[in-house]
C-alpha cells in the first residue's frame, strides 16, 4: 500500500470506530440498567455476550467498509495532490483523472486540469516570447555589426560607404521602433482601464495620423479615399492613435504603387465604426488568424520592414477601450480592417471655441 494513503486511512478507521461504538451506545446503557436493577447473572449474560458479539462483528464489517470506501473517496484527492505537487515544479503537462461520479470533488479536479492547461499555455507563450525576441533584437544589431565592419575596411568605395550607412541607420530604426512598440506593449498589457480621458474628434485624428504618414503613401502615390463622419470621442486620444497609425501603416506596407487605400469612420447609437481597406496582396486564412500575435509577420518579403508587434499593439488598445477589431481579406484583393470602438458617456459635442 502507498504509504501516503496510511494517515489518510488511519483518521478515517478512527472516526468509523467512534462513529460505531457510539452507535452501540444504546447497548452499552442498557447492560447498565440491567446492572442496576440487579437482574439476576444468568439473565444478564446473554445481552453482554450479544453486546460483545455485535461491537467485534460491526468493528470488523467497519474496518472492512473504511477501506474499500477510503480507497474509492480519497483516491482523487490523492492523486490532486501529487498532481500539485508536480506542478509546483514547473510540470503543467500533468492532468487528474476525473472521478465518473459528478460531485465536488469531480469540480475541483476538473478546475485543476483547466489551471494546469492555461498554466502550460502561458509558459509556452512565455518561452516563445523569448524566443522570438531574441531573435528580432539579434537580427538588426548583427546586421549593424557587419556593416560597421566592412566600413572600417579602406578598399571600401564611397558608393559603397553610403550604402553601407544608410543600411545601419535604417536597422538603428528598427531597433529604436521594435524597442518602442516593446515598451508600449508591455505597459498597454499590465494595464487593465484607460485613463487620461479627454474629449476629441475621432475623425480628426485619423487625418492627423495619415498626414504623419504622408511620406510613405506618397513615396508609392497611394490614393486615400476618405469618408470620415464627425465623431466626438471621449478617451485617451494618444492611446487611440496607435490603433490607426498600425493599420494604416500596415495598409501602406502591403499596398503596391498605385494603389488605393479606403478609410471610412462613422458612429451611431452603438458606438464608432472605422473601416480601413486597402488594394493590397491581401493573406490567406493561415496568416489572417495570426497577425495579432506578437512578433508574427506573415509575408517574409516584408519582415525586415517591420517587427511584427504593431498590430498586436492597436488590438490590446482596442480590447482596453471594450471595442473590437476584425480583418477580412483574400490573397491578390486586399485587406479590411473594421474597428468597432463602444459609445462612451462623454463623447458628446464638442462645444466650438
Keep these: 500500500m502507498d504509504k501516503e494513503h496510511i494517515p489518510m486511512q488511519i483518521l478515517v478507521t478512527v472516526v468509523t470506530f467512534f462513529t460505531l461504538f457510539f452507535s452501540s451506545g444504546s447497548a452499552v446503557l442498557f447492560f447498565i440498567v440491567l446492572r ?17 458479539g455485535t461491537f467485534i462483528a460491526s468493528m470488523i464489517i467497519g474496518m472492512i467498509v473504511t477501506f474499500f470506501v477510503s480507497r474509492y473517496l480519497f483516491k482523487p484527492i490523492d492523486n490532486l495532490s501529487k498532481s500539485m505537487r508536480k506542478v509546483a515544479k514547473g510540470d503543467f503537462s500533468v492532468r487528474v483523472e476525473e472521478p465518473k461520479v459528478n460531485n465536488i470533488i469531480a469540480e475541483l479536479v476538473r478546475s485543476f ?9 502561458t509558459e509556452m507563450f512565455r518561452n516563445d516570447f523569448i524566443n522570438n525576441f531574441s531573435h528580432e533584437f539579434k537580427t538588426p544589431i548583427v546586421s549593424i555589426r557587419g556593416f560597421a565592419k566592412q566600413l ?10 553610403k550604402e553601407y550607412i544608410n543600411i545601419i541607420v535604417s536597422e538603428s530604426d528598427r531597433l529604436s521602433s521594435m524597442s518602442s512598440n516593446i515598451l508600449l506593449l508591455t505597459k498597454f498589457e499590465n494595464q487593465q482601464i484607460i485613463t487620461d480621458k479627454t474629449l476629441f474628434y475621432l475623425d480628426e485624428q485619423i487625418r492627423s495620423c495619415i498626414l504623419l504618414l504622408e511620406k510613405q503613401w506618397s513615396k508609392k502615390n497611394l490614393s486615400l479615399d476618405l469618408d470620415l ?13 496607435h490603433i490607426w497609425l498600425n493599420i494604416l501603416g500596415n495598409a501602406i506596407k502591403f499596398t503596391p504603387e498605385n494603389g488605393t487605400i479606403t478609410v471610412k469612420c462613422y458612429g451611431d447609437s452603438m458606438g464608432v465604426t472605422v473601416k480601413i481597406a486597402d488594394t493590397g496582396i491581401g493573406m490567406d486564412d493561415s496568416i489572417r488568424l495570426k497577425i495579432f500575435d506578437k512578433f508574427y509577420q506573415g509575408d517574409s518579403s516584408h519582415a525586415g520592414k517591420g517587427n511584427g508587434l504593431g498590430l498586436p499593439l492597436a488590438k490590446r488598445v482596442v480590447d482596453l477601450a471594450g471595442g473590437k477589431i476584425s480583418v477580412k481579406s483574400q490573397p491578390g484583393k486586399g485587406t479590411v480592417f473594421v474597428v468597432k470602438l463602444p459609445q462612451t458617456a462623454g463623447s458628446q459635442e464638442i462645444p466650438s471655441s
Excluded: F, H, W
Excluded at 113 to 121: D, R, Y
Excluded at 152 to 161: A, F, G, P, T
Excluded at 229 to 241: A, F, G, Q, R, W
Design 229 to 241: 463622419s464627425e465623431v466626438p470621442y471621449y478617451s485617451n486620444e494618444e492611446m487611440l492613435s
Design 113 to 121: 486540469n483547466a489551471m494546469a492547461e492555461e498554466l502550460g499555455s
Design 36 to 52: 442496576a436493577i440487579k437482574i439476576p447473572a444468568v439473565v444478564r449474560a446473554a445481552p453482554m455476550t450479544l453486546l460483545i
Design 152 to 161: 572600417q575596411k579602406d578598399s571600401v568605395s564611397e558608393e559603397q560607404r
